[in-house]
């Protein structure tokens, strides 16, 4: 998973129940990668879980907001301003942009 930038509360109500699935079966292997996430935050919510870092080219990450709405507006629109934002990008931007 990724985009952990993008602070939506499905994303922390998902990371709630990803936290308590481990509770309740320590088996449970959870990979989560991103190149913007503070991953000494993420491993002491998670019980001191550990990292991996996997050198390899590192890219700029540009970071654009969305004008401000009301929130049930976004959440209804998010899919599709997604889709909009990605095609945007490979017809506007140089190769290996997305």
């Known amino acids: 998973m990724d985009n952990f930038h993008f602070a939506i509360l499905s994303l922390f109500f998902l ?44 890219f700029d990450v540009e970071i654009f907001y969305a004008k401000k709405m009301k929130f049930s507006a976004l959440k209804s629109t998010y899919l599709q301003r997604a889709v909009d934002t990605c095609l945007h990008v490979h017809l506007n931007e140089s190769p290996g942009d997305m």
């Open 15 to 58: 990371f709630f129940l990803v936290y308590r699935a481990r509770k309740l079966r320590p088996s449970l292997k959870v990979i989560v990668m991103s190149a913007t996430l503070d991953v000494d935050k993420f491993s002491h919510f998670f019980d001191d879980c550990p990292v991996f870092s996997i050198p390899g080219r590192v």
